[in-house]
């Protein structure tokens, strides 16, 4: 049997090495090295070959488009119900102040076309006036003026005979009276108006005890 030399078989072995000092490997080995670990068992691939093979395949998955759209055709029908809401309540701030403006208006000329009426009573009491162009005249003006309130919605109301209304008419005397029955106005004083369903000013009127 050959003995070697210690120092010679040494040295053999550290030229069969790589020159990195780490010994040749070859494909075979490199191949087995990259593929997942096999499974102990024998029955498949380990858990972490798993996870290898989830990653990938999330990797490959499509990304998230992000946010939807908005929906145009909802904001824009929206915009249309608020726009004709606003036009509503402009409407009907524009009715209501107008309402304000002639009811305002009228009272303020009430007072002439009652003076109109008591010019009226003064004259034609002198029987030689009655027929008199002046007195003409002021019948022609109160007539007028009493046309244009009606044109507006606004009626005298004279309620001679009616039941007393505390809402509508305001009493200034009550006397009883020979077949009137009690609470019902047996004179008006001074007439009063109404403006479509508003009481413009209450009738002064005289009640049947």
């Not at 946010?67 to 402009?90: G, H, S």
């Not at 002198?126 to 022609?140: K, Q």
């Not at 108006?193 to 209450?202: E, T």
Request: charged share 25%.
């Amino acid at each position: 049997m050959e003995h070697r030399d210690p120092q010679q078989a040494a040295a053999e072995e550290a030229a069969a090495t790589t020159p990195g000092g780490e010994p040749e490997v070859t494909d075979g080995v490199h191949a087995a090295a990259d593929a997942p670990p096999a499974d102990p068992s024998g029955d498949g691939p380990t858990p972490e070959g798993h996870a290898a093979a989830a990653g990938v395949a999330q990797a490959s998955a499509p990304a998230d488009d992000g946010p939807a759209e908005p929906d145009y055709r909802d904001q824009y029908l929206r915009a249309m119900a608020e726009i004709d809401n606003v036009r509503k309540r402009a409407r009907r701030d524009v009715s209501q102040a107008e309402a304000r403006g002639i009811a305002k208006l009228a009272r303020e000329l009430l007072p002439a076309i009652d003076n109109f009426g008591r010019a009226l009573d003064a004259a034609e009491a002198v029987p030689e006036n009655r027929d008199h162009h002046l007195t003409d005249g002021i019948r022609l003006v109160q007539n007028e003026l009493l046309a244009a309130l009606a044109r507006v919605g606004i009626e005298p109301d004279s309620p001679k005979g009616q039941p007393f209304d505390p809402h509508c008419h305001e009493a200034i005397a009550q006397t009883p009276v020979e077949g009137a029955a009690s609470g019902t106005i047996v004179e008006v004083y001074s007439q009063g108006y109404r403006y479509r369903d508003d009481v413009l000013r209450p009738a002064k009127v005289v009640v049947a005890a």
